[in-house]
């Protein structure tokens, strides 16, 4: 290993016990669904400001989400707004040092395995080795017609996936042209000239739920997200873990793993609860809703559904009305 990757973003993070990023809202109104949100967060200079801080706190990573929403005719457009990943990963990593750039790539929206492979050795290249993947393997129901792609059922995704993923730890390992002779990716002749910084190659992140995801994400992956069952359910939290290991000890691998939970960071209990009650009171049931009903289905990404609905039963037991206050309670809610 040479010094230079020896103090990579991805060595000094990785060396931690215990990891702190950031999930940038690099959708509109980011991760609350709720009013009591900043519609602009997608915006550049607003995320870029989050990324400096980010760094000047020398925090792990900064995530960033992706997809592709429809034309809504929600007239708060809550989420229907995503910068696109991977560009806002060459920027961060171009703007920061520290922390490593987590990139989401919808893997299977018929993307060359070659251009993903040069794609990430770039922002590799960019950021001394602290470039990374999110996997995501799932289809929104859109997908097939947009991008022109067999609607695979949500196992085969995974197989699909697992041979893709293949294909990209070739090319950025090997010094000899690639052939690959599979059942949804074929490549003859591929080579990838420049290599990622990162031996021998950069961080995979997965957050598959389902049986297959999981057993994709111990065996591909080296970061996994995972959920609890309920906020404060930390046997299941326990339990997942658990089973991560268990899986990943199976393939001879090391994960690492990781969770997302939203924090409220307050002076005191009491203005925390203001907080959330603020954002709990003016949660954006549309979306919400439009949200739930896209993830349904035997073909269902399950750990967003299972997500979803989990916020929607909170809300429907939430007493208080939803109201459009505008306003936070106080003026620090927002950056
Ligand atoms: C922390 C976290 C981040 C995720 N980020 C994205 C994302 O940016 N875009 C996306 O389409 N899906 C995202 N997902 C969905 C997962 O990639 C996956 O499709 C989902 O958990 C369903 O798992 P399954 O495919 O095993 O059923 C995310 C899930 C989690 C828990």
């Not at 389902?210 to 939290?237: H, L, M």
């Not at 896209?294 to 979803?308: D, E, I, L, N, V």
Request: aromatic share 10%; hydrophobic share 40%; glycine share 6%.
């Amino acid at each position: 290993m040479s010094s230079e990757v020896a103090t990579s973003r991805r060595a000094r993070v990785e060396a931690r016990n215990f990891m702190v990023g950031l999930f940038m809202p690099s959708m509109s109104g980011g991760w609350t669904v709720s009013r009591a949100t900043n519609l602009d967060s997608h915006r550049y200079q607003f995320l870029r400001k989050l990324a400096l801080i980010a760094d000047a706190y020398r925090l792990d990573y900064v995530f960033m989400g992706g997809g592709y929403t429809p034309p809504t005719a929600n007239p708060f457009r809550c989420r229907d707004r995503i910068t696109d990943a991977v560009s806002l990963a060459a920027a961060f990593g171009a703007l920061t040092t520290n922390p490593m750039v987590i990139a989401t790539i919808h893997i299977l929206y018929r993307h060359a395995p070659l251009f993903i492979a040069k794609l990430a050795a770039g922002i590799d290249e960019i950021t001394s080795g602290g470039f990374s993947i999110n996997v995501v393997c799932g289809l929104s129901p859109d997908a097939p017609s947009m991008f022109d792609i067999p609607d695979l059922d949500h196992d085969e995704r995974y197989a699909a996936a697992t041979e893709f993923v293949t294909i990209l730890q070739q090319l950025w390992s090997s010094g000899e042209p690639v052939n690959f002779d599979g059942r949804y990716y074929k490549t003859h002749g591929a080579f990838l000239d420049t290599k990622p910084v990162k031996k021998p190659w950069p961080l995979l992140v997965n957050a598959g739920f389902s049986e297959a995801g999981k057993n994709f994400a111990a065996a591909q992956c080296d970061w996994i997200f995972i959920i609890s069952d309920r906020p404060t359910d930390y046997d299941s939290v326990a339990r997942r873990v658990a089973d991560i290991k268990t899986r990943a000890a199976r393939e001879g691998r090391p994960v690492k793993v990781c969770m997302h939970p939203y924090v409220i960071c307050r002076e005191t209990e009491r203005e925390v609860q203001e907080v959330r009650d603020h954002i709990l009171r003016n949660v954006d049931a549309a979306t919400l809703e439009r949200q739930y009903q896209a993830y349904m289905g035997p073909q269902a990404m399950t750990q967003s559904h299972r997500q979803t609905q989990r916020v929607r039963g909170r809300i429907s037991s939430f007493s208080a009305p939803f109201r459009f206050s505008g306003r936070p309670p106080r003026s620090r809610t927002s950056l």
